[in-house]
């Protein structure tokens, strides 16, 4: 029996989405909070977070659907009342901690049978008991003079005079922990105070010295010294405290982390900022430690995480009294997409310049966002590295609140710490602003992370727009768009200048309101230019204070050009080879290169077969373009190629006709044919009258870019089984 069937010289993917649930969000409201029951990091131990620090989630869902393979089995945090005595209600309790909470909440930690959580969930002096689970960092990636890293520029810390970057090393009086990986202590770029290690089982082994990078990437961003080599930080030279919480995998235990917020805690006469570009599942113990953390006066900047989800299911990024913090991509250290680039990491695509990254939490809970891709910072062994992810735009802000401490002084209470919160959310660029980024995928726009002084602020000519087709003698119409990001209104003087022709109306006195842009118009008198390109330059004078006078001119190329009429067909889109008696799509690219809107007809011919759509009618503005579709029904094969001939139509008074016309040639061939006659396949390879399989068939119609006509001609009778 004979069945035909049409195969087409290409694969066929099947591409399988995995859906994320929609969730309520949790709001910071000072008070009362809810912390969803989430289950999200896969693998069981510390050496498969490492897992989660490279590629995120090992599957897609609802948190509430995943695994709950991140708890660590029989390992518990036990948090107390605060009139409790740790040790007193562990020996109550014949239980023996491995490691215990003073400071940040009252409480420990430690592997316990079923009935000793049982009885520690009866006890009055006991306020929760949760699974202990595991904690990785958010880091996606895989110089013999100073260099000033995008993510420092584009939030202006060299702008800041208590940053004091001027490549004087003035060793700024602050403190901040890095809660990570630990910090190289020698680092030459680095100015490394001390450390504390609370990694393993009991919390409490090993060196506080960084094992796998992630914390001594981190620290440069925050702090690294102000001097002539590497790297500067957004608080260069600030004195850097290592809380060791993570091994060398980037993972380690909640119940670690949350001691290292202890001692962070218990030295809060000492330490200002806390960083924890780090995270796991929501965990109301390790918030109510941050919580305490805070009102004893540290101010924490924390990662938002890299799960293209909502902040809200993960600590600390779902905990008060923490700056939770986004990613962007900027590339050049500049507002405006000046540098789009594309960015390949384990997740997704980053796509574009001044942009949210797409591998980004977001939510409600994201307070700000900070550069977070391709970020430039001090590694282990003495050296620099490039790596990405909100881990990276954590540090960014921690360095802020230095600064701005240094400014406003150390607070020393809840009230201090939130008050620094407060100004750096207030001091950020508007995100839909010029000087802000694009694809947030929320509704809550967080602002970008800025840290100018007091009273700062910037003008900029952000574009000059002149018409696509000036015509000598034209009164033409130049567009200059301004932006102003800073905490005042500013009143400038804007001018545009022509390199030849006047401008009646330069200059231009305008107002603008903070972080708010306009448009000014002016007119360029052509009249008895010559025909050839000029230069306009708009530029904006504006009063002592403007942090950036480079963007404060613009300049463009606009054509002055003689009235004219023209049309053209600019392309004619066939294959070169096609089958008889077919119908080929054809497509051709009418073009007005004129100063004058046309409406015009576009035909197309062939020296065989037939033509369906022709003529058609188009109407074209000048310098503009538009693809027309026609069918053409082939032949009969020949040996002699078909000429197609798409012609436009001449318009009166055309200056010149040609370009009205293009032709192509186009090969008109019989269809293949391939014969399936054998179920058997003995691996030949070979496709011919004797032998040729299914297999071999598909071989070969791949190897030919025409479609292929596959008949079947195999024994009748039952079922047949095709080899593979």
């Not at 204070?545 to 404060?552: E, K, S, V, W």
């Not at 022709?614 to 027309?628: D, F, K, N, R």
Request: with cysteine; net charge negative; aromatic share 6%.
């Amino acid at each position: 029996m004979l069945l035909p069937l049409i195969v087409l010289a290409s694969a066929i993917v099947l591409l399988v989405g995995l859906g994320i649930s929609a969730a309520a969000l949790n709001h910071r409201d000072g008070s009362m909070r809810r912390f969803p029951r989430t289950k999200l990091l896969s693998g069981g131990a510390v050496a498969f977070a490492v897992l989660f620090l490279l590629f995120g989630p090992a599957s897609g869902g609802h948190p509430e659907a995943a695994a709950d393979s991140d708890i660590i089995p029989g390992r518990y945090i036990v948090v107390l009342k605060k009139s409790a005595s740790p040790s007193a209600v562990a020996a109550r309790q014949g239980l023996r901690p491995q490691v215990v909470y003073k400071s940040a909440i009252r409480g420990f930690a430690g592997s316990f049978s079923d009935e000793a959580v049982r009885r520690l969930r009866a006890d009055p002096s006991v306020l929760s008991v949760e699974p202990d689970r595991i904690v990785t960092t958010y880091d996606l990636s895989a110089s013999s003079s100073q260099v000033l890293p995008t993510g420092i520029d584009r939030v202006d810390a060299d702008l800041n005079p208590a940053a004091k970057i001027d490549g004087v090393d003035d060793q700024l009086d602050v403190d901040i922990a890095i809660i990570d990986t630990g910090i190289q202590p020698d680092h030459p770029d680095l100015r490394v105070v001390w450390g504390v290690s609370f990694v393993g089982t009991d919390c409490a082994g090993g060196s506080w010295a960084d094992d796998a990078g992630h914390g001594t990437h981190v620290a440069g961003i925050a702090a690294a010294i102000d001097n002539s080599i590497g790297v500067v930080g957004m608080a260069p030279g600030a004195r850097l405290w290592a809380v060791k919480v993570l091994n060398q995998d980037g993972g380690g235990y909640m119940s670690c982390v949350i001691a290292g917020i202890d001692w962070v805690t218990a030295n809060a006469a000492i330490i200002e900022v806390a960083n924890m570009s780090l995270g796991g599942p929501s965990s109301s113990a390790m918030c109510q430690a941050i919580t305490a953390s805070a009102g004893a006066g540290v101010v924490y900047a924390v990662a938002a995480g890299n799960s293209l989800m909502d902040a809200s299911f993960f600590s600390p990024a779902n905990c008060p009294d923490v700056l939770t913090t986004s990613a962007i991509a900027d590339f050049d250290g500049q507002p405006g997409g000046l540098n789009p680039q594309t960015v390949e990491t384990p997740l997704c695509t980053v796509t574009g310049d001044d942009v949210f990254a797409c591998f980004s939490n977001y939510g409600s809970l994201v307070d700000i966002a900070a550069p977070g891709v391709d970020i430039y910072s001090t590694s282990i062994g003495s050296g620099y590295a490039t790596h990405g992810g909100t881990s990276m735009a954590s540090p960014h802000v921690a360095g802020a609140a230095a600064l701005d401490i240094l400014v406003n002084g150390k607070p020393t209470d809840a009230a201090g710490a939130a008050a620094v919160r407060g100004r750096l959310i207030a001091a950020g660029a508007n995100q839909d602003g010029f000087f802000g980024f694009s694809g947030d995928p929320d509704d809550y726009h967080e602002p970008l992370l800025l840290v100018w002084p007091a009273g700062a602020y910037d003008v900029a000519v952000t574009a000059v727009t002149a018409p696509p087709v000036i015509i000598q003698g034209d009164l033409a119409q130049i567009d200059v768009s301004l932006a102003n990001q800073g905490s005042s209104s500013q009143t400038l003087s804007v001018a545009l200048a022509a390199s030849s022709g006047t401008v009646p109306d330069s200059p231009q006195t305008v107002t603008l309101e903070p972080d708010s842009s306009t448009t000014v118009s002016f007119t360029w008198d052509t009249t008895g230019l010559p025909l050839a390109d000029y230069t306009l330059t708009a530029t904006a004078t504006t009063a002592t204070g403007d942090m950036y006078p480079a963007n404060d001119s613009r300049s463009i190329t606009a054509r002055v050009r003689a009235a004219e009429h023209d049309v053209a067909v600019a392309e004619l889109r066939a294959p070169s080879v096609a089958l008889e008696e077919s119908q080929i799509p054809i497509y051709v690219v009418a073009a007005n290169p004129g100063t004058y809107s046309e409406t015009f007809s576009v035909s197309l011919e062939a020296s065989g077969g037939s033509i369906e759509g022709s003529p058609q009618e188009i109407t074209l503005a000048p310098l503009g373009s538009a693809v027309l579709s026609f069918t053409w029904y082939t032949p009969e094969a020949s040996p002699v190629p078909y000429v197609l001939t798409a012609t436009a139509e001449p318009v009166p008074d055309e200056v010149s006709i040609s370009n009205n016309s293009l032709a192509v040639e186009v090969t008109v061939a019989t269809q293949p044919t391939i014969v399936v006659n054998s179920p058997a396949d003995p691996g030949s390879g070979a496709c011919d009258a004797v032998e040729c399989t299914l297999r071999e068939a598909i071989i070969s119609a791949n190897a030919d870019p025409l479609k292929e006509l596959i008949w079947f001609d195999i024994p009748a009778g039952g079922p047949q089984t095709i080899a593979p």
